[in-house]
């Protein structure tokens, strides 16, 4: 099997049609890859680790030209628990709802580099959570 090499710059400054083909290449260099039922449609999970970064890469149907390519920046209180701090939640949504109305195409799921993990990627400030009493 080739190994494949990619920088999180790479993944964060890459066109559509890049995303796309950084996902189909990294199924080459994959360590752990899953079918991924959700209430959106069948995905292809794949999993794999960028110099110490974990990314997450989903695929629905058989992505090709034209099909739409989306880049996720990891926001935990967005995305897990609907925080209206942001709209992180939102944005993933709304590109896993087009992946599948178009039949096919891409997310590419990665963590914020450096960030703090209460860190919204979103508006680039950590989320204020209240102190225990």
């Given at each position: 099997m080739r190994e494949i090499t990619v920088t999180l710059s790479e993944v964060i400054g890459a066109s559509g049609e890049e995303l796309r083909e950084l996902a189909l290449d990294r199924l080459l260099?994959?360590?752990?890859?899953?079918?991924?039922?959700?209430?959106?449609?069948?995905?292809?999970?794949?999993g794999y680790d960028a110099h110490n970064e974990?990314?997450?890469?989903?695929?629905?149907?058989?992505?090709?030209?034209?099909?739409?390519?989306?880049?996720?920046?990891?926001?935990?209180?967005?995305?897990?628990?609907?925080?209206?701090?942001?709209g992180c939640r939102e944005h993933l949504e709304d590109a896993i709802s087009e992946i599948t109305a178009a039949g096919s195409g891409t997310l590419v799921y990665v963590r914020p580099?450096?960030?703090?993990?209460?860190?919204?990627?979103?508006?680039?400030?950590?989320?204020?959570?209240?102190?225990?009493a």
């Open positions: 260099a994959e360590q752990e890859s899953c079918q991924l039922p959700t209430r959106d449609g069948q995905f292809h999970a794949v974990l990314t997450l890469t989903l695929i629905h149907g058989r992505p090709g030209p034209g099909s739409p390519n989306h880049r996720h920046v990891r926001c935990l209180l967005g995305d897990t628990f609907g925080s209206l701090v942001c580099a450096g960030a703090d993990a209460l860190a919204c990627p979103g508006n680039g400030v950590a989320a204020a959570v209240p102190e225990a």
